[in-house]
């Protein structure tokens, strides 16, 4: 996902663009993880400032001429929900929070939340409500902005391993080796995801990328029953935590298509592919605990994707100041969709040599040390 | 002593069936699980008299079979020795508890103290699709033998009423549905076309033509494996003479191009293949019919072997001399590891319930000991293989399809979305062009349209992951299931998920 957005606003930009993959598009974490684009688990900061510029620059895409619906953007809004009276206590504060930093966020009573989501679990106390929370199919998103960029010139190579990054004598770089030959250019952007620090490392660099498990459940099509994303309020904890224990929390959705998304299961366990019953288990247990009828609606499928995360959990954007005509797009755990446009933005923009739209300096790719793997607090 | 251990069979056809004898046989407790209401699989669940009655002479020796392998299950049932649990629908296959490193878990050394950690499978099956009561079977190791499901390819007028699949047609004559006096073509690739044919035209349906992509010379260069086969090739003749006597017209190398009808299926358009397997241009012709079977061969079943992680090559679960899976306590036999017919499947049924039965007891098998069943397993598999290079679809069977002619029935997916997909946005696998155009994402999981859809992105089939052989309702799911250890004792607590 990431890759086709800076694909797509290099060429706005007048950039001339081969975009190369190992395998097809969204073939990686973007064909196996949901869709959200989510300011609401983002607590204040540079991820939520990112979150909130590509929500814009989103929501601008889906207005152009048929992007919207082929990539089924849906506005459609989030609930979080509270366990608790003290929960929503917790709740209403870290939304304050994010209203100072320009969220919409608005605490909701138990009769509001049941007007938004009807078929909750009785004696739910109170939610906060996030219109800005929006949706879009992941695998088609990526796949409709290629071809976007297509159209402006860019050219799509598919099936193309990168095995080298050239360097001149200088040190600059002047494209990349693949399996197929040589591509030539002055600059090449490391969109690699939860494979960047490989591609990194054939720079000569290092970039912590690390892989984060995560489980999806896929319910039979049903007519919609959940409207917005609907999840518990334990996992904005999740999110910022760094912990390698299994964190499920229920993250339920309906979407276009008619199929309910159960999902987010979080594990640190390598590329472990296995599919865990317990985990499974876990996240049924979850949605049926918010949506009771759940409890009768049968799960289709589940898959598996790993998130490409950083030990500080923040994306790696921008030039590599070690490398010379190397860039980093990579790294964004659990909200790559939802930050892919931005990040494609804010490249393009230090690409052609201009001042950001964001203070890039959170984002650095070289802010970690040369040294051994430090871990997550 | 030790508790005899204990192992699951999936799938009561021939390939589990002789897994779970010979296992039974060797003092091993066995569970076998089928999602059917009898036991027999594809091959022997047809009825009796289709069996027996219809063709005495070439069917003769499987029949024998047949009566040895349910007297041996009724035997070892009412021994004790087996519990054969009819329709459960095995939705997934778990590891539980710890392998000791190091140590073969279907060896009983390797047990820790009290046999705690004996258990080191669970067999998930539910009653019915919808129903709420899942049970676990607990095991010490697992056969699978889940065989196979038919490959369809779609072509323009797939879809309409009266079409359907040679399985579906044999499930027509079984279930006494063939009214004397319709019309029938029978059409596609592979051995059991003839059978089919054969059977609606003993049921007294006519049948216009039995439509059969591959030809005589698909057969030259492989007569020698073929031949090495007498009670094969005898079969064979004795399904042409059956097809002669009924007056069924053979059209060998040709294909359907269509289906055509209003609300059915009215007539099709069957046409010439050329050494290409294109479409010989003016070689079409319309035969009118009110029942359509079609079938390109089968598919294995490898859903729950990929829910255990074990290795799949292309579309077959991948499995070792001894019918042993990469996953330690699991084999697999039977059609789930490569379509091969009853035979096939009867022999890797006898060599895997062998191996687990002699590895459970802690023992390396001696393979001498199956030597008969490791013979006929050698030739049955070449043969299958002789038969898979000449029975294939025709290479271009994709060109026929027009841009609207459906592909994905369940999430209705037309071939232009396929095409597109593949052309314009990027996809080169089946799996992006199920994520770019939802095909394979309904009801049946791409088992109908899978093959459909890499013979339309020109890339080769692999199985799809489906970590549930079955849907799962989220309330079963997310319960603690109802435990049955086979030797009665208590059952590992469920998993803590947290
Ligand atoms: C279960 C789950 C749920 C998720 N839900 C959401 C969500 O709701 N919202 C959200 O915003 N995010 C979500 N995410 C996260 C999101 O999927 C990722 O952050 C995002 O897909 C990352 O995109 P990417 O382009 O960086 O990586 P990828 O999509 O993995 O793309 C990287 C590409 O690089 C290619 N590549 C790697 N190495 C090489 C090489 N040497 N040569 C050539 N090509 C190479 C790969 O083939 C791959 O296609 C979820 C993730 C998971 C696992
Ligand atoms: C129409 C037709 C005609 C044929 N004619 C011939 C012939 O003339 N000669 C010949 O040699 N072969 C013939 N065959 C092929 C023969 O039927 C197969 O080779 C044979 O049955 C394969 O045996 P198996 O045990 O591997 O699998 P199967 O017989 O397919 O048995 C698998 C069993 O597993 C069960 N199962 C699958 N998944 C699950 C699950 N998740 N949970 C619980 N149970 C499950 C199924 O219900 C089935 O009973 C024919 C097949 C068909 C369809």
């Known amino acids: 996902m990431v890759g086709a957005a800076c694909a797509l606003y290099a060429a706005r930009a007048g950039f001339s663009v081969v975009l190369v993959d190992r395998g097809p598009v969204a073939g990686g974490t973007t064909g196996s993880g949901e869709g959200n684009l989510l300011v609401s688990d983002k607590e204040p900061g540079p991820e939520l400032e990112l979150a909130l510029l590509s929500g814009r620059l989103w929501s601008r895409l889906a207005a152009e001429p048929g992007l919207g619906a082929s990539i089924e953007f849906e506005a459609k809004g989030g609930v979080v929900v509270a366990s608790s009276g003290e929960g929503l206590a917790a709740l209403g504060e870290f939304a304050a929070g994010q209203r100072d930093a320009g969220v919409d966020a608005r605490v909701v009573t138990d009769a509001e939340l049941y007007e938004l989501e009807p078929h909750l679990a009785p004696g739910t106390p109170g939610g906060v409500f996030y219109p800005q929370d929006c949706q879009v199919m992941p695998s088609l998103a990526a796949a409709q902005l290629v071809r976007t960029a297509r159209g402006l010139g860019a050219r799509l190579l598919t099936g193309r391993t990168v095995t080298a990054v050239l360097r001149t004598t200088g040190g600059e770089v002047r494209g990349v080796r693949t399996d197929h030959g040589e591509i030539h250019a002055p600059y090449v952007v490391n969109a690699a995801g939860t494979w960047g620090g490989d591609v990194a490392a054939l720079a000569g660099v290092r970039l912590p990328v690390l892989p984060r498990r995560g489980f999806v459940l896929v319910t039979e099509p049903l007519p919609r029953m959940v409207r917005h994303k609907v999840y518990a309020a334990?996992?904005?904890?999740?999110?910022?935590?760094?912990?390698?224990?299994?964190?499920?929390?229920?993250?339920?959705?309906?979407?276009?298509?008619?199929?309910?998304?159960?999902?987010?299961?979080?594990?640190?366990?390598?590329?472990?592919?296995?599919?865990?019953?317990?985990?499974?288990?876990?996240?049924?247990?979850?949605?049926?605990?918010?949506?009771?009828?759940?409890?009768?609606?049968?799960?289709?499928?589940?898959?598996?994707?790993?998130?490409?995360?950083?030990?500080?959990?923040?994306?790696?954007?921008?030039?590599?100041?070690?490398?010379?005509?190397?860039?980093?797009?990579?790294?964004?755990?659990?909200?790559?969709?939802?930050?892919a446009a931005g990040t494609g933005h804010l490249i393009a923009q230090v690409m052609a040599g201009g001042v950001p739209d964001l203070d890039l300096t959170p984002f650095r790719p070289d802010r970690f040390a040369d040294s051994p793997a430090e871990e997550a607090s | 002593m030790s508790p005899a251990p204990t192992l699951a069979v999936v799938g009561a056809g021939p390939a589990g069936l002789s897994a779970a004898l010979a296992a039974a046989l060797r003092g091993v407790r066995v569970t076998l699980l089928d999602s059917a209401a009898q036991a027999g699989g594809q091959f022997y669940r047809q009825p009796a008299e289709a069996l027996g009655?219809?063709?005495?002479?070439?069917?003769?020796?499987?029949?024998?079979?047949?009566?040895?392998?349910?007297?041996?299950?009724?035997?070892?049932?009412?021994?004790?020795?087996?519990?054969?649990?009819?329709?459960?629908?095995?939705?997934?296959?778990?590891?539980?508890?710890?392998?000791?490193?190091?140590?073969?878990?279907?060896?009983?050394?390797?047990?820790?103290?009290?046999?705690?950690?004996?258990?080191?499978?669970?067999?998930?099956?539910?009653?019915?699709?919808?129903?709420?009561?899942?049970?676990?079977?607990?095991?010490?190791?697992?056969?699978?033998?889940?065989?196979?499901?038919?490959?369809?390819?779609?072509?323009?007028?797939?879809?309409?009423?009266?079409?359907?699949?040679?399985?579906?047609?044999?499930?027509?004559?079984?279930?006494?549905?063939?009214?004397?006096?319709?019309?029938?073509?029978?059409?596609?690739?592979?051995?059991?076309?003839?059978?089919?044919?054969?059977?609606?035209?003993?049921?007294?349906?006519?049948?216009?033509?039995?439509?059969?992509?591959?030809?005589?010379?698909?057969?030259?260069?492989?007569?020698?494996?073929?031949?090495?086969?007498?009670?094969?090739?005898?079969?064979?003749?004795?399904?042409?003479?059956?097809?002669?006597?009924?007056?069924?017209?053979?059209?060998?190398?040709?294909?359907?191009?269509?289906?055509?009808?209003?609300?059915?299926?009215?007539?099709?358009?069957?046409?010439?293949?050329?050494?290409?397997?294109?479409?010989?241009?003016?070689?079409?012709?319309?035969?009118?019919?009110?029942?359509?079977?079609?079938?390109?061969?089968?598919?294995?079943?490898?859903?729950?072997?990929?829910?255990?992680?074990?290795?799949?090559?292309?579309?077959?679960?991948?499995?070792?001399?001894?019918?042993?899976?990469?996953?330690?306590?699991?084999?697999?036999?039977?059609?789930?590891?490569?379509?091969?017919?009853?035979?096939?499947?009867?022999?890797?049924?006898?060599?895997?319930?062998?191996?687990?039965?002699?590895?459970?007891?802690?023992?390396?098998?001696?393979?001498?000991?199956?030597?008969?069943?490791?013979?006929?397993?050698?030739?049955?598999?070449?043969?299958a293989a002789a038969l898979a290079a000449v029975y294939v679809p025709p290479a271009h069977w994709a060109e026929q399809l027009r841009d609207d002619t459906l592909v994905c029935r369940c999430e209705e997916v037309p071939a232009s979305a396929v095409r597109e997909a593949v052309e314009e946005l990027g996809a080169t696998d089946a799996r992006s062009v199920k994520l770019l155009t939802r095909a394979g994402m309904g009801w049946c999981q791409g088992r109908m349209c899978s093959a459909a859809v890499a013979g339309l992105a020109g890339c080769e089939e692999r199985s799809a992951r489906r970590p549930f052989a079955r849907p799962v309702p989220l309330g079963v799911l997310a319960r603690a299931t109802d435990e049955q250890a086979p030797e009665g004792g208590p059952a590992d607590d469920e998993q803590n998920p947290s």
């Open chain 1, 234 to 339: 334990d996992y904005v904890a999740d999110v910022a935590s760094g912990s390698a224990a299994l964190q499920t929390s229920p993250v339920v959705e309906g979407t276009a298509a008619g199929p309910v998304l159960i999902g987010a299961s979080r594990e640190r366990v390598g590329f472990d592919r296995s599919f865990s019953l317990p985990v499974m288990r876990a996240l049924a247990a979850g949605a049926t605990r918010l949506f009771p009828f759940l409890a009768g609606v049968s799960a289709m499928r589940a898959y598996v994707g790993f998130r490409p995360y950083m030990p500080d959990h923040l994306p790696a954007i921008g030039a590599d100041s070690r490398v010379p005509g190397l860039f980093h797009a990579c790294g964004h755990e659990g909200a790559g969709i939802g930050l």
């Open chain 2, 53 to 383: 009655a219809r063709h005495p002479k070439a069917l003769h020796h499987q029949w024998r079979t047949w009566e040895r392998l349910r007297d041996g299950l009724a035997q070892q049932v009412s021994a004790g020795r087996v519990q054969h649990m009819t329709e459960r629908h095995v939705w997934f296959v778990e590891r539980v508890g710890e392998v000791p490193e190091g140590r073969d878990p279907g060896n009983p050394d390797g047990r820790g103290p009290g046999g705690s950690d004996r258990r080191h499978f669970a067999v998930h099956a539910l009653p019915g699709p919808e129903q709420e009561d899942s049970v676990a079977v607990y095991a010490d190791a697992v056969v699978l033998a889940t065989g196979g499901y038919e490959k369809v390819l779609p072509f323009p007028g797939w879809t309409l009423p009266g079409v359907l699949t040679a399985g579906g047609a044999q499930a027509m004559l079984k279930g006494g549905l063939v009214l004397p006096g319709r019309t029938a073509v029978v059409a596609g690739a592979g051995p059991l076309l003839m059978p089919v044919a054969v059977g609606l035209a003993a049921a007294g349906a006519e049948v216009a033509a039995l439509v059969e992509a591959a030809g005589p010379s698909h057969f030259a260069g492989r007569s020698a494996a073929l031949a090495a086969h007498p009670d094969k090739l005898a079969e064979g003749v004795g399904y042409l003479a059956q097809l002669l006597r009924h007056r069924v017209p053979l059209a060998a190398r040709h294909t359907v191009v269509e289906a055509h009808g209003k609300d059915s299926v009215e007539a099709v358009t069957i046409a010439a293949l050329d050494p290409a397997g294109r479409v010989r241009p003016g070689t079409e012709r319309r035969i009118a019919c009110d029942t359509l079977a079609v079938g390109h061969g089968m598919l294995p079943h490898t859903d729950l072997a990929e829910g255990l992680g074990c290795r799949v090559d292309g579309v077959n679960v991948a499995v070792d001399a001894e019918q042993r899976t990469d996953v330690p306590g699991v084999w697999a036999a039977g059609e789930t590891i490569g379509i091969g017919g009853a035979a096939l499947s009867l022999a890797e049924g006898h060599i895997a319930g062998r191996s687990a039965a002699a590895r459970l007891r802690g023992a390396a098998p001696d393979p001498r000991t199956w030597a008969a069943a490791a013979k006929s397993r050698t030739r049955a598999r070449k043969f």
